[in-house]
């Protein structure tokens, strides 16, 4: 076995809406114990429902601009170099009502989560260029994820 490398114009362009996603680690070098996926995130109050992951974790390693993490009641804005952690179970969304867009490293552990940004990617979007909400729900529960209403 050797090391693996994904260039900073490599891997695989997924998801859908305005959120551009890019898969680096699918899972398939890791013995599916870890995904990988950088997004980037234009300025919108909007980001996806508030929900909860049932089978795995997330890191969030702030790589550019500010974002807003929400768990529950709670927000806190968060700068490039902060990271922020996210054990199955927590309550959990973000968004970007700032200025310029945001760039986010986050791990999927174990890599569960990586199908569901490739199925977003098959998804219709409408003529703003925005995923229908009941469409991410429905994605979202093949996945082990509950929107918390």
């Known amino acids: 076995m050797s090391i693996i490398v994904v260039g900073p114009n490599d891997g695989e362009p997924s998801g859908g809406g305005p959120i551009q996603?890019?898969?680096i680690e699918d899972g398939?070098?890791?013995?599916?114990?870890l995904g990988l996926v950088e997004a980037v995130v234009p300025p919108s109050p909007a980001g996806p429902p508030q929900?909860?992951?049932?089978?795995?974790?997330?890191?969030f390693i702030v790589t550019?601009?500010?974002?807003r993490f929400v768990s529950g009641a709670d927000?806190?804005?968060?700068?490039?170099?902060?990271?922020?952690?996210?054990?199955?179970?927590?309550?959990?969304?973000?968004?970007?009502p700032f200025g310029e867009a945001g760039k986010f490293i986050c791990t999927l552990t174990p890599?569960?989560?990586v199908e569901y940004f490739r199925d977003l990617g098959k998804l219709p979007v409408n003529e703003q260029g925005m995923l229908d909400p009941a469409d991410?729900?429905?994605?979202?529960a093949k996945y082990g994820t509950d929107v918390i209403r």
């Open 21 to 23: 996603i890019r898969i």
């Open 64 to 67: 550019e601009g500010k974002l």
């Open 75 to 96: 927000s806190v804005d968060v700068e490039a170099g902060s990271c922020v952690t996210v054990p199955a179970g927590t309550p959990h969304t973000f968004s970007n």
């Open 111 to 113: 890599d569960l989560y």
């Open 51 to 59: 929900h909860v992951h049932r089978d795995h974790d997330e890191t």
């Open 28 to 33: 398939s070098h890791t013995e599916h114990r």
């Open 136 to 140: 991410i729900v429905r994605t979202m």
